[in-house]
């Protein structure tokens, strides 16, 4: 294959849609990711725009997503290695569709070792010649053809990915070690076949535990601290709508509570407690992109007016704090924070951004404990701007600063308490209710964050060879290879054993 459509091809299974296609399992031997395409011709025809591009190995030369994937060390590894191994298989996505295959799946067995497995169902010959090699069998004496070994058969050397190749019967199955090949003839022996839970145009299994482990993947890809066990995935158009949909094992955090979000940029419940109060902080009481642990200067005696050997007050500046890794400066207010929060563990908390981009958090927060509440604000307030008076507007109680500035504002409405920058920002907040096994819940409006693209730019700099802007090279890049996708929608409910999780990709209507 191309090595960019190579290196992008993770990405691009990711993005593509169309219609459900009933299940085709390939042998594909047990790893870390499996992804299964079963019907290419209906896959294929999903592949549009920047996708397209992407696959047939010619992405745009001022792509966003393909130039700051390979600044990262993992895709200049990838690049690197694709090209060596298309001076013996030089296939691109076309290739493989002269073959007119009926399924596809691979199978990554190792992503240090750039080890994995591709299996082609198809009721042709081989179109293109495939390269020689040394003809071998396993031990079930299954035959299959070595080209180079790789960094999965303990080989070392600039070249990682080796390559084998084997037909069985109408399947053509490649492989970039002997290992892989050997593991996946034996699966087709054995008459195993890689059939996903969820069925969908692409069909995906991660084991998370074997990625986490694995440096060259969790360096690009990041999952929940929490997240455990097997996932399955698959995006499917469902109803008319396009969904992505997924299923996990393993214990589910706290009870989501669902509030309407009408004309909101963005929405959502975080299930997990012990992210409120980071949130908080840099969200609302001190927005600002690098904050301390321990952020108050110490506080030390002026220097004796007498002068003594001790102590050179020469070296004193009055006016300026210690600064530096070993600075003895004091947590201050986060302290009274740490103990609120040891006193009082939240299940979860939620938030939104209005049209006017004001930030609101919601909790549930005993009326006993609300004292607490002010006075911990209150601490952090008056460190950042000094004294405070805090008024009753109706039923919100609002901070202010000098001249009678808003600087945060608490409102209670039934068992929750919601907090925002203003009594203003608080007048119409909504009733957050409960609503049965919802875990956790988020909407995202994708035109504005477009909209926001230039304003981002600005914030992390301008565009450098060297390194990658996560907001602006990536999410901004990959929102450009989905024009139509208007809204993001993600839903996800207790179910048994498990959790189940919806995502709804919100599409702009032609008239």
């Given at each position: 294959?191309?090595?960019?459509?190579?290196?992008?091809?993770?990405v691009?299974?990711l993005?593509?849609?169309?219609?459900?296609?009933?299940?085709?399992?390939?042998?594909?031997?047990?790893?870390p990711?499996?992804?299964?395409?079963?019907?290419?011709?209906?896959?294929?025809?999903?592949?549009?725009?920047?996708?397209?591009?992407?696959?047939l190995g010619?992405?745009?030369?001022s792509?966003p997503?393909?130039t700051?994937?390979?600044?990262?060390?993992v895709?200049?590894?990838?690049?690197?290695?694709?090209?060596?191994?298309?001076?013996?298989?030089p296939?691109?996505?076309?290739?493989?569709?002269?073959l007119?295959?009926?399924?596809?799946?691979l199978?990554?067995?190792?992503?240090?070792?750039?080890?994995?497995?591709?299996?082609?169902?198809?009721?042709?010959?081989?179109?293109?010649?495939?390269?020689?090699?040394?003809?071998?069998?396993?031990s079930?004496?299954?035959?299959?053809t070595?080209v180079?070994?790789?960094a999965?058969?303990?080989?070392?050397?600039?070249?990682r990915?080796?390559?084998?190749?084997?037909?069985?019967?109408?399947?053509?199955?490649?492989?970039?070690?002997?290992?892989?090949?050997?593991?996946?003839?034996?699966?087709?022996?054995?008459?195993?076949?890689?059939?996903?839970?969820?069925?969908?145009v692409?069909?995906?299994?991660?084991?998370?535990?074997?990625?986490?482990k694995?440096?060259?993947?969790?360096?690009?890809?990041l999952?929940?601290?929490?997240?455990?066990?097997?996932?399955?995935?698959?995006?499917?158009?469902?109803?008319?709508r396009?969904?992505?949909?997924r299923?996990?094992?393993?214990e589910t955090k706290g009870?989501?509570?669902?509030?309407?979000t009408?004309?909101?940029?963005a929405?959502?419940?975080?299930s997990?407690?012990?992210?409120?109060?980071?949130?908080?902080?840099?969200?609302?009481?001190e927005?600002?992109?690098?904050?301390?642990?321990?952020?108050v200067?110490?506080?030390?005696?002026?220097?004796?007016?007498?002068?003594?050997?001790?102590?050179?007050?020469?070296?004193?500046?009055?006016?300026?704090?210690?600064?530096?890794?070993k600075a003895?400066?004091q947590?201050?207010?986060?302290?009274?924070?740490?103990?609120?929060?040891?006193?009082?563990?939240?299940?979860?908390?939620?938030?939104?951004?209005?049209?006017?981009?004001?930030?609101?958090?919601?909790?549930?927060?005993?009326?006993?404990?609300m004292?607490?509440?002010?006075?911990?604000?209150?601490?952090?307030?008056?460190?950042?701007?000094?004294?405070?008076?805090?008024?009753?507007?109706?039923?919100?109680?609002?901070?202010r600063?000098?001249?009678?500035?808003?600087?945060l504002?608490?409102k209670?409405?039934?068992?929750r308490?919601w907090?925002?920058?203003?009594?203003?920002a608080?007048?119409?907040?909504?009733?957050?209710?409960?609503?049965?096994?919802?875990?956790?819940?988020?909407?995202?409006?994708?035109?504005?964050?477009?909209?926001e693209?230039?304003?981002?730019?600005?914030?992390?700099?301008?565009?450098?060879?060297?390194?990658?802007?996560?907001?602006?090279?990536?999410i901004?890049?990959?929102?450009?290879?989905?024009?139509?996708?208007?809204?993001?929608?993600?839903e996800?409910r207790?179910?048994?054993?498990?959790?189940?999780e919806?995502?709804?990709?919100g599409i702009?209507r032609?008239?």
């Amino acid at each position: 294959m191309r090595s960019k459509s190579a290196i992008l091809i993770a990405v691009a299974l990711l993005g593509a849609w169309a219609g459900d296609a009933s299940a085709a399992g390939v042998p594909l031997p047990p790893a870390p990711v499996r992804v299964l395409i079963p019907d290419v011709g209906a896959f294929d025809v999903a592949l549009t725009g920047a996708y397209r591009q992407a696959f047939l190995g010619e992405p745009a030369e001022s792509d966003p997503v393909a130039t700051a994937w390979l600044k990262t060390p993992v895709g200049t590894k990838l690049q690197a290695q694709w090209g060596k191994l298309a001076g013996d298989l030089p296939w691109s996505w076309a290739d493989i569709l002269k073959l007119k295959p009926r399924s596809l799946g691979l199978s990554l067995l190792s992503p240090g070792s750039l080890e994995l497995v591709l299996v082609i169902d198809t009721p042709m010959a081989v179109a293109a010649p495939l390269p020689a090699g040394k003809s071998q069998t396993t031990s079930a004496g299954a035959a299959y053809t070595l080209v180079a070994r790789g960094a999965g058969d303990d080989v070392q050397g600039e070249r990682r990915m080796g390559l084998a190749w084997a037909k069985d019967g109408s399947r053509l199955i490649l492989a970039t070690s002997e290992r892989a090949m050997a593991m996946a003839l034996d699966e087709a022996a054995a008459g195993r076949r890689f059939e996903p839970r969820l069925a969908g145009v692409v069909s995906m299994e991660l084991d998370l535990d074997a990625l986490r482990k694995d440096r060259y993947f969790k360096r690009e890809f990041l999952f929940d601290a929490a997240g455990s066990g097997r996932v399955a995935a698959a995006l499917r158009l469902d109803g008319g709508r396009l969904v992505e949909v997924r299923e996990g094992v393993g214990e589910t955090k706290g009870s989501a509570l669902m509030f309407d979000t009408p004309g909101a940029l963005a929405a959502a419940w975080e299930s997990d407690g012990e992210r409120l109060w980071p949130a908080l902080r840099s969200g609302l009481l001190e927005p600002w992109p690098n904050l301390l642990a321990e952020p108050v200067p110490p506080r030390r005696p002026l220097p004796t007016a007498r002068a003594t050997e001790a102590e050179d007050r020469y070296l004193v500046n009055m006016g300026t704090p210690p600064a530096g890794p070993k600075a003895p400066w004091q947590e201050g207010d986060l302290e009274l924070w740490r103990q609120l929060a040891a006193r009082q563990p939240v299940a979860g908390s939620g938030h939104r951004v209005g049209a006017d981009s004001s930030r609101l958090l919601v909790l549930a927060w005993p009326p006993r404990l609300m004292p607490d509440l002010e006075r911990a604000c209150r601490a952090t307030l008056e460190r950042r701007g000094g004294v405070l008076d805090l008024q009753s507007v109706g039923d919100t109680r609002e901070f202010r600063m000098g001249a009678g500035l808003p600087a945060l504002a608490l409102k209670r409405v039934g068992d929750r308490v919601w907090i925002g920058p203003s009594a203003a920002a608080l007048a119409d907040v909504p009733a957050a209710h409960p609503e049965p096994d919802l875990v956790r819940w988020a909407r995202l409006d994708l035109e504005r964050v477009r909209s926001e693209g230039t304003r981002w730019s600005r914030a992390e700099g301008p565009e450098n060879p060297e390194t990658v802007r996560p907001f602006s090279d990536r999410i901004l890049g990959l929102l450009g290879w989905m024009p139509a996708t208007v809204s993001l929608s993600v839903e996800r409910r207790q179910s048994p054993g498990g959790w189940t999780e919806r995502i709804e990709f919100g599409i702009r209507r032609v008239p």
